[in-house]
Every structure is written in structure tokens, then in C-alpha cells.
């Protein structure tokens, strides 16, 4: 074997999973077709539940350092409209600012550091699979030549040659919309109000937000006083290479088009095109080959597609380890699309409504949009939207029967008092392994977990806020099990030792006295 994994594509989404297969001690070998970085800035940065688990793996805030500024107000767009998160003390998503070439560069760095192979200039041309094993052809600057792994996983984009090698079907939509986006400087023509309409010379004002027109949509923004962020959506029928940038004139013909003027613009910092699909494909595996990111699905909305990627790596990463190290369960590898198909379904309904949202000009359609905004003015709908954009709404189907209500989702991250001081859940998953919490000290539990400790870690805390007697956390952070307040031991014990072994393999039984692990 060349590699335990091979893993096509090294964008956000296989870099993030060649740094989760080295914390599980798994050799992954990353093939990337470009010779070199991307400069092109795709995504101007990461929001949703992926900032969350960041912090989870003790990264936070070296991706903050990273970043380009503090974080924007919490305005956010969706479906051609703006919502404001602004008023909430504790709001349900969160952003990070950090342009894709930047992002890939810090997930290169931090897997190279983790001992990752990263080979540049590489593209797989061909694909064979037997019942242990998959076979890349690849062709690079010396020739071609074979690999070898266990696993090959296609992390190669919307154009994915892994999904068209493997002949998995990619169903869906494709809008007619091509969307614009840039940020320039403020030229000396503009001023920018306090309430971010601008005032152009010899234009006139230009409302900030959305503004639509017969002839497509036009929205300005910013979050910096030196900074303009412009963006436009026009139907049209040419194609465009993904790989070739947008220009400034390009951005300012469409601009034209699309509110009949001219508008000055400054300095570009970040131009983007883009075109909106909906789509996911059928199975997430194929025998040994499997996808993730925008090879597996494509959103047509915004800001959403960077999160839903990097989270389908780090549910895949341990599962693979898993089957590599010869301890996974019958089916642990097939939840990978269970769990993480749900999660697509999830973003594609949300991300549809916003197309219903954004693209009707009629009466009716202006009255959708007037009464969703009325709606986001309370709490409760608005908390419910962002926690659909961020992703944090999933709660995966265990197969456990007597499900606890926090079974399925992400575990929380509960302040934690131990004998060697105070902690907290992320900080307990910041190696990626398997955690055993028990929050009322429950011998019984953890007498039952002695027989997995070589494969998780058990420790013993208490919270000033206690959700259930413990939680079985897996590496990717999901709750796999839970037990209830004061649940009796002749069930709780049982219980635990099936989800254990559900999901951890079978027990190796220990002659060492257990040990809880100082947090």
C-alpha cells in the first residue's frame, strides 16, 4: 500500500480530512491536479457549525490569527434579503473571516504538520477497485503512475472526475443565475452613509441591501469603512470556467446591466463568479470510494458550502480510521452517508427556499418576502433560520432504542469542575477520540466502558447545568448515547454497552484497573 487512504483534491474539504485521518493514526496520501495554491478566493470565509468544532480540536483561534478581521455584524443574506442576528446576545451562528487561498493554506500547514503527504500537480486519471483494495492512475509532471490504499475518497469538486470514474449519479438543478461578487475599495466618488446607502456622485443614492431590477439583483454592503462589498445575479446562458477569474470589468458590465449605471469602483481585494445548482448525489460511497464536499453536493445559496464539506470530513475521518485499524463495527462506514446524506438534504431544503425567496418579481412574491422578514423579527423563527444555516440543527438517527433527547446531536459544550480543575467538553475532544463523560459519578458506567478504554476516554466531572447522567461523545463531537437523570444501573449499564459496541467495536478486555483520564 502507498497509502491507507488517497485522498483526490486538496481544497478545504480533503485537507480537513487528511488533518482528522492523521489524529486517528491513519496515513492518508492528498493528490491535488493544481500545481499550485489557488489564489482565486471561492469563499471569503467559514460560518456555521464548523467554527464550532474548530474549537473543538483546540484550532479556534490559530484560525483566528489567520483571519483577515474581526468578525462582521451578523447580517446575513438569505434569499435575497437580509437577516439580522444583531439584537441576539448569544446568536446561533458564527463567522469567521478568512478568504478560501488563505483557508488552504493554514489546512496544508496544519496537515503537514500532523505528517500528511500533500502531493502538488497530480491528477488521478484512473480508477480500479477490488474487494481490499482501490488503484489510482495518476499523471504528473514525470509521467504517469499507480497508487495504492484502502480507501480512495473524492474531494475533487463540483466538476469531481472521481464521481464520474465511479459512475455515481449526480441528480438535481441547475439555475440559469450567475452571481458576482467583490469587494473593492471606496473610491472618492462615493461616500458611504450611515446606514450603508451609498451617495455616488452624479448617480445618486443606492440603497444598501438588496435591489432588484427587471434585469437581475443588484446589493451592496460592508463591514469596513475602506471596503465595499458588491454583488450581482443575472440569468444567463453562457458558461464560464470555474478556474478562470473574474475581472473588474466583468463586475462593472454587470453592474451596468443590471441597475443601468455606472458605478465607480475602487481597488478589488476579492472577485468571484459563480453559478447556483442543487444537487447531491445518490450514495456517498461505492465500495471503497467515497465523496465528500462539493463532489458530493452543490447548494444554490451563499455561504454555506465550505461548512457542510469540512463537517462531512470530520464525520468520515474516524470511521475510516475505524475500518483501517480493523475495529469497526459491521455498517460504521455506510452511516457515513446515512448521516451525512440527512445533512445535504437538510442544507438543500433551506437553500431551495432561499431560490423561491430571491428569484419571484410578482406580487405574491414580494408578499413571501415581506412576511418571512415580519416572521424573523422574533426570536424563536430567527433562531431557528440561523441554526439552519449553520448546520446545527442536525440530529442524526441513531439506531438506539429509548433515545435520550440529546442522542444524535452535538454535544454541547458544558463548563466542566473536575478534581484537577475546570474544563470543558472541546477541550476533552481536542485529540479526536471517543469520550466516556460521566456527570454524576456513575461507577456502574464507568465499569462498563473499562472494557473499551484502549479505545476511549473516560473522565468524571460535574456541571452546573447537568443534561444527563453521561454522554458517550464520538470523535466528530455527535452524542451517541446518553443517560437520563437517575436512570436505574440494570439499564443504563446495558444500554451503554450496546452503543459501545455499536460504534466502538468489541470490547478488549482490560486487566488494568480503570483509570479515569485527568482532564
Known sequence: MDADVIIVGAGPTGLMLAGELRLAGVRPLVLERQPQFRDTPKAGGLSGQIVELLRYRGLLERFEAASTGPSPALRLPFGGLHVDFTHLADPPIQLLLLPQPRLERLLDELAGELGAEIRRGQEVVGLSQDD??????VRGSDGQYRVTARYLIGCDGAQSRVRDMADIPFPGTTYPEVQRLA????PESVTVLENGDLDVAGVGR????FTRTDRGEFAVGSTNPALLMLF?????????????PMTLTELRDSIRRVLGVDLPLGEPTRLTRFTFHARQVERYRDGRILLAGDAAHLFPAPGVALNVGMLDSVNLGWKLAAAIHGWAPAGLLDTYHDERHLAGERTLLHTRAQVALRRGHDPAAEALRELFLELCVDEQPLRRIG???????????????NQHALTGAFAPNLTLHTEQGTTSIAELMHAARPVLLDLADRPDLRETARDW???????????DHQPADALLIRPDAHIAWAATIDEPADTAAPALRAALSGWFGTPLRSTMPIIDQPS
Open 132 to 137: 481490499a483494495t482501490v488503484t489510482a492512475d
Open 183 to 186: 469587494v473593492v475599495t471606496v
Open 206 to 209: 443606492i440603497s444598501f441591501g
Open 232 to 244: 450581482t445575479s443575472e440569468d444567463e446562458s453562457a458558461d464560464y470556467d470555474d478556474d478562470e
Open 387 to 401: 441554526a439552519l444555516i449553520a448546520g446545527s440543527d442536525i440530529r442524526y438517527p441513531l439506531p438506539n432504542p
Open 453 to 463: 478504554q484502549h479505545r476511549i476516554d473516560i473522565h468524571t466531572a460535574k456541571t
